[in-house]
């Protein structure tokens, strides 16, 4: 028997065994690998990259949003549970089916429909991955600036799901700011659309906004328009490092204040710095607490902010350093993309785990957030490493146990609420660009008070029964 | 006896009478300065700058959030309309009261309560003119990007509720792009924080967002927190001129995708450049269709951006311009302001009024919508000029009438209808920049489909008896 939406006083309440679900969705997907109820499938669908868990009844795999709206309308009669899934890359368990019912595998649905230079746009399917759009973008010469660390494998509706951002993001804003208009099915499988090809408008409510971030909680996004950039024709690396986290926060405000919009603005604090020294000995790091800056642009416009750069950065600076080729360039972001993996390597036994590991703060008390984090972490015991896009406030947190460890997990599941809390308390938010799903869905409360109640009364109005995506968000009013 | 919203079938459905509403509000507010029956500024509340009227029963000018808090829980119960106002300079009805009821004029609210430069934001209140706002930014070095062309009189509160933008926004994006957190009063006065001081967040419903742009309909905004930019060291202008609508528009997109992000892309049509020439015998400026780019940053990158622009205009130009001092830019600008009124220089008995004039295409069919004004504009028999931020697909018509003539008027009102038919069949919007209010409402459904029912859906949901500014954008369900 499969777990029903609690729904309306006044909603039938008849139980639906999983066996008429299968025959209903078998007469909508008439293609036996497209829904399944293997075990060993069912498992997959169970996990994303968070420690959340929670088993599907069956997976489908729609090819049309006319599936997807026959597939909402169904569960919606039945008051079964829907939820839409891309690659299953997300840190918050928004993904995983908590009450069972439907997983809607979107990564068959993975085309680039049209690419229109002409409108700085191009369309996509949701189960588009990231880099395989940025590839087929390239030959146009354009690109879509968002990147989160799973680029090779996270796909565009699952960034558009949870407003995925990146490094890059401090010069070219988050997902929000590039979709123009997404084809979303609702709760009951009506497809509205929530834009348009126009590249500004100021009519009506702004659903394109609402449903970006809204973690399938609200519909379920089947086509998406997006805005691309041109790609720029040249990139420059500096690195600078400071005798401390509260200088180098110093130094980024005095760099973004100058006019200067860098295409990435990293810190490393001397931990990471130190672990990446000790686990790959070619790479030319310098001591202290480092801020990687990127410029992109024209070769004299890079060459311009460089020098911008190291202006702003001197007076505080203890070493400014240029990147001094491509290849010196790509090892420090190869580098960087694995930081997150690297205290593994030198110590086999220990593992990353993902909890508190996206807490974002007001830019000026970035020094505040990571001494604090590191107080935690001696507190408990247990190794961090901390770094981030410091351009927009956001400090990612590395914390590491020995997984056969029992005890260890106990100590990382107190040390990532009082990471959540500090940062909170120095008026930031629990999720800067991973959301919220099961994960940190305790913390709603208190960051938003009285506005959560405002995002309740908005998911009862677009899906009364509660189908989509439940036990997320703190979504579900007591 | 003033008008009550109809609310919910359970609702008392006692009238209330105007003594006794001002009685209560004169509870709140003990100052009859602040609460005014008077018909005479009655009159005054009762206006925009577009054609629409409606006569308020009271007008309040709250100086806190408390105050604006207990107006709302007040009118709440009593089910009396309430409809916030900046500066009243909207083009579509907007800020007038459709229902009578309160008006809440926001204009005593108008302080910048904090600079914070540190963390690239500043808070203030929603009074604020824009250019105040502006004038207090200046010794900090930074500015406040969006710029209407009321930008002189209309209020912070006032854009945000519209999404304004203006010239700059095709480098700098809209409003909405700098709203970090609004303070929001609700229907039954509850007061909620929709975001926070930090730059980027991914932790539930983007609330900052569907506020931003919902025209006072889900909520007062009494404060926000805004993301400022840098001063930019360097401005230069260039004149591109084309043999047609259509080789201009085929420039900008080579131009925007050349990586040259103009900080002004704003198209002159052949109409609109003699009429300049006629009106003002100083100004310089080319025959043809005339795109205006501004460029802005340093002076290298400046120069550098100029010669990209003008490299990739060069194969289709019928000249390009550079302008030669400060002063020839200065004189450009003022002319591409005050371009909406040069007409009526040349026949003082001609008037502009503000209808059909905010269409948006996307950028590739703005020759087309060009070419459809001209063609409307030809059949029914009254002059117009156009022009826009053409970078961002939004084009503004000046449609002028002779006031004294009655029949003038109904052909008005039949070219405003046809162009904002043709915007929708090429793909666009009714509104870019200046909101739906009232005078666009009837353009939601075909623009939005069964997206207008999501948007009804909301504002059920957040003002179930319907007080907040009643009778705009179509969201009253029938």
Same mark, same amino acid.
């Given at each position: 028997m499969i777990q029903l939406m609690p729904g309306r006083a006044n909603h039938r309440a008849e139980m639906v065994s999983l066996m008429s679900l299968l025959e209903d969705l078998q007469k909508i997907i008439d293609d036996r690998n497209r829904v399944s109820t293997s075990p060993s499938e069912l498992y997959c669908y169970s996990l994303d990259a968070s420690q959340i868990e929670g088993m599907p009844d069956v997976v489908v795999r729609p090819l049309s949003t006319g599936e997807v709206s026959k597939i909402l309308k169904l569960a919606y009669h039945q008051r079964v549970s829907v939820t839409a899934r891309g690659a299953g890359t997300g840190l918050a368990g928004g993904a995983v089916p908590l009450k069972g019912g439907i997983v809607l595998d979107m990564s068959a649905m993975n085309r680039v429909t049209e690419v229109d230079v002409a409108n700085l746009q191009a369309e996509v399917e949701p189960g588009l991955v990231r880099d395989d759009f940025n590839e087929a973008l390239k030959p146009y010469g354009f690109f879509f600036p968002p990147d989160p660390g799973s680029s090779a494998m996270c796909t565009i509706g699952g960034m558009i799901a949870n407003n995925a951002s990146g490094m890059r993001c401090v010069k070219y804003g988050t997902t929000r700011a590039y979709v123009l208009d997404l084809e979303v099915v609702l709760a009951d499988g009506t497809v509205i659309n929530t834009g348009s090809r126009v590249l500004k408008s100021s009519a009506g409510y702004d659903l394109t906004r609402l449903m970006t971030g809204s973690e399938g909680t609200l519909g379920v996004i089947t086509r998406a328009k997006l805005k691309i950039a041109p790609l720029p024709k040249a990139r420059r690396l500096i690195l600078t490092a400071f005798s401390s986290a509260e200088e180098a926060g110093r130094a980024v405000v005095r760099v973004l204040s100058s006019g200067i919009a860098p295409s990435a603005c990293e810190i490393l604090d001397r931990t990471t710095i130190s672990v990446l020294k000790q686990c790959d000995k070619r790479l030319v790091l310098p001591?202290?607490?480092?801020?990687?800056?990127?410029?992109?642009?024209?070769?004299?416009?890079?060459?311009?902010?460089?020098?911008?750069?190291?202006?702003?950065?001197?007076?505080?600076?203890?070493?400014?350093?240029?990147?001094?080729?491509?290849?010196?360039?790509?090892?420090?972001?190869?580098?960087?993309?694995? %930081? $997150?993996?690297? @205290?593994? &390597?030198?110590?086999?036994?220990?593992?990353? *785990?993902?909890?508190?590991? /996206? %807490? $974002?703060?007001? @830019?000026? &008390?970035?020094?505040?957030?990571?001494?604090? *984090?590191?107080?935690?972490? /001696?507190?408990?015991?247990?190794?961090?490493?901390?770094?981030?896009?410091?351009?927009?406030?956001?400090?990612?947190?590395?914390?590491?146990?020995?997984?056969?460890?029992?005890?260890?997990?106990?100590?990382?599941?107190?040390?990532?609420?009082?990471?959540?809390?500090?940062?909170?308390?120095?008026?930031?938010?629990?999720?800067?660009?991973?959301?919220?799903?099961?994960?940190?869905?305790?913390?709603?409360?208190?960051?938003?008070?009285?506005?959560?109640?405002?995002?309740?009364?908005?998911?009862?109005?677009?899906?009364?029964?509660?189908?989509?995506?439940?036990?997320?968000?703190?979504?579900?009013?007591?």
């Open positions: 001591d202290g607490d480092v801020v990687l800056f990127e410029v992109d642009g024209t070769e004299a416009s890079t060459e311009e902010e460089v020098k911008g750069i190291a202006e702003a950065c001197s007076p505080t600076a203890i070493s400014i350093t240029m990147a001094q080729s491509q290849m010196a360039m790509e090892d420090m972001w190869a580098a960087r993309k694995l %930081v $997150g993996a690297s @205290i593994s &390597r030198l110590q086999p036994e220990k593992s990353r *785990v993902y909890v508190g590991e /996206d %807490v $974002g703060v007001p @830019i000026k &008390r970035i020094p505040e957030i990571i001494e604090k *984090v590191q107080e935690i972490s /001696d507190d408990v015991g247990l190794p961090v490493m901390k770094f981030g896009h410091v351009g927009d406030g956001n400090l990612h947190v590395a914390l590491f146990i020995d997984v056969t460890k029992r005890d260890q997990r106990d100590k990382l599941m107190e040390a990532a609420d009082r990471i959540h809390v500090a940062a909170l308390d120095l008026g930031g938010t629990v999720a800067s660009e991973h959301g919220i799903g099961k994960a940190r869905a305790q913390y709603m409360r208190r960051q938003h008070g009285p506005a959560l109640d405002v995002m309740r009364a908005i998911k009862r109005a677009l899906d009364p029964i509660g189908i989509l995506n439940p036990g997320k968000l703190d979504l579900e009013s007591e």
